[in-house]
């Protein structure tokens, strides 16, 4: 895999910034819950402080480090990276369907509509890529087929990097929205990503980097699955085997989740994967 050192590697970040606050979320957390979280919040801060007696030369580094965090536009990022899958964890205790992950900081909404047989929008440079083709069906809990579902999938092309995010690729470059035939079934042509690197050059890539940890995330495509009555699943599907599955730095990969593709007689990649939804 070559990385390639792309001008834009810190504006993936930031461009998730500009997307996030284009829309507006509220919460109907109530004022005694919110004292609460905060309190905890920042007893959890408080003793690190006292634990590791956090110096004021590291209080001062702190505060620069986190005006960049927002300056550079990173706080998606960061927060899906570190966060967002203990938000997703204690989220999904009481659905018993297909394993939820994060949904990361690239999603975007309004993808191509596609038939349920279909392939990606991709470049010439992706078409010669093997092709991926990942299939299967959506059902209920009961195993019934659900026809009005829904795959949204996006994911990395084979240099790693997002349609939307990297102005390199074009809009809506191996991003889609399929709708699955009427027993319930889609069969999506797209390539295998490569696994994600966090851009270097931005300031969660810096204390990733000063931290002695890695800044990988294994190989993975995004799914959204929805389906009228249904509760919608946000997932992700990784390669078996593949380079930092047991060592995602977003801490998102689960046994369920993971794709043992085989060639077929055409030289493709294919893997089948059936989606399982909760009832609302
Ligand atoms: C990604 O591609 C991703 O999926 C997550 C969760 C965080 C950063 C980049
Ligand atoms: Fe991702």
Sequence with gaps: MTVIDSPTAAGSGSAATDQFKGARFTSDTSPER???????????????????????????????WLIEVGEGGEWPLFLDVFLEHDVEEVNSTKFEGTKGSIEGPYYLPGAPRLPATCTLPMRPEDTAET????HGR??????TPLGGATVEIWHADAEGY???????????????????????RYSITTIRPAPYQIPTDGP?????????????RPAHFHLRVS??????????????GGDWIDDDV????KPEL??????DEQGRDVVEYHFVLDPE
């Excluded at 919040?41 to 007696?53: A, M, N, P, Q, Y």
């Excluded at 959506?138 to 195993?143: E, I, N, P, R, S």
């Excluded at 919608?232 to 078996?240: C, D, H, R, S």
């Design 227 to 240: 389906a009228p009555g249904k509760h919608p699943i946000v997932t992700q599907l990784y390669f078996q």
């Design 34 to 64: 919110l004292a609460a979280i905060a309190t905890d919040t920042f007893r959890g801060l408080s003793k690190v402080i006292h634990d590791h007696g956090v110096t004021y030369d590291e209080y001062r580094v702190l505060k620069q």
């Design 258 to 263: 993971m794709l043992d593709p085989a060639t």
């Design 204 to 216: 969660t890539g810096e204390m990733i980097e000063a931290a002695g940890w890695h800044p990988w």
């Design 250 to 253: 977003a801490t998102a990969t």
């Design 131 to 134: 092709p991926f083709v990942l």
């Design 138 to 143: 959506v059902t209920d809990l009961a195993g």
């Design 162 to 184: 997002y349609s939307g995010f990297a102005p390199h690729l074009p809009d809506w470059n191996l991003r889609g929205l399929v709708a699955v035939d009427e027993d319930g």
